[in-house]
């Protein structure tokens, strides 16, 4: 079964709103959680690691006041992208690692959200 | 700085008969290389992942792989495609030191036809 939970799964709203993405671990504690970005038939590109009780890390180019990261606890981290703007308009997935002493296993993703902005 | 190349942006095999899906890789240390599959609007699915050890590894839904070091190959192979194997693929890879986010290939689509 899915090790994380992603949600929304779809979002549809006008442009200058603010949406809030919810990424879960399920039955692990994940100090470190990652956020990607999708653009139609490109790969993955990373924008942040999450961390739990510090500020996120953000990869260069993406704008940290646009893609506000909190990682509220052991198994939640959030994206929220302010005023939004329909070039935001992407599939954003989560991931998030199995706790260290375990770093041979594979990075568990969430099913992604596609974020449309009209 | 790690980086991975998928040189194929589409693959096309016939029904029953093998498949390959390229994957070649850059990174400082030893690798650790992953294969996942997507379907569309869904997150990424793991499929398999080389470590250490047998060169030739073994993952889910009769896909495999194998690591060549010389030539910095982990090409995903499957011996009888599926139509239900046509998705997006991506290789990725990342160092050993530690918790570090997956780079990944630009992805390769198969299709398989009946």
């Known amino acids: 079964g899915a090790v994380v939970s992603q949600h929304p799964s779809w979002v549809i709203c006008k442009s200058g709103t603010s949406v809030k993405i919810e990424c879960r671990s399920l039955?692990?504690?994940?100090?470190?959680m990652f956020w990607y970005r999708q653009f139609p038939k490109q790969s993955l590109m990373l924008m942040a690691t999450?961390?739990?009780?510090?500020?996120?890390?953000?990869e260069q180019g993406v704008e940290k006041d646009k893609f506000l990261i909190n990682h509220a606890s052991l198994t939640l981290s959030t994206l929220t992208v302010t005023s939004a703007h329909p070039e935001d308009s992407s599939f954003y997935i989560c991931s998030a690692p199995l706790p260290t002493g375990v770093k041979n296993q594979p990075q568990h993703f969430g099913d992604g959200t596609r974020l449309s902005i009209l | 700085a790690q980086s991975v190349a998928q040189p194929e942006d589409q693959v096309n095999v016939a029904e029953g008969n093998p498949l390959t899906v390229k994957c070649t890789y850059s990174v400082s240390g030893n690798p650790y290389l992953f294969w996942y599959v997507q379907y569309p609007n869904r997150g990424l699915q793991f499929l398999l992942k080389?470590?250490?050890?047998?060169?030739l590894v073994k993952g889910s839904y009769g896909f495999e792989a194998e690591f060549n070091k010389s030539q910095t190959s982990f090409h995903l192979k499957k011996p009888s495609a599926l139509v239900s194997d046509s998705a997006l693929y991506f290789c990725a890879v990342r160092d050993d030191s530690g918790n570090t986010p997956l780079v990944f290939g630009k992805g390769t689509r198969l299709s398989v036809i009946a």
């Open positions: 039955d692990f504690q994940a100090t470190t």
């Open positions: 080389y470590i250490t050890g047998d060169n």
């Open positions: 999450s961390n739990e009780g510090s500020k996120a890390t953000y």
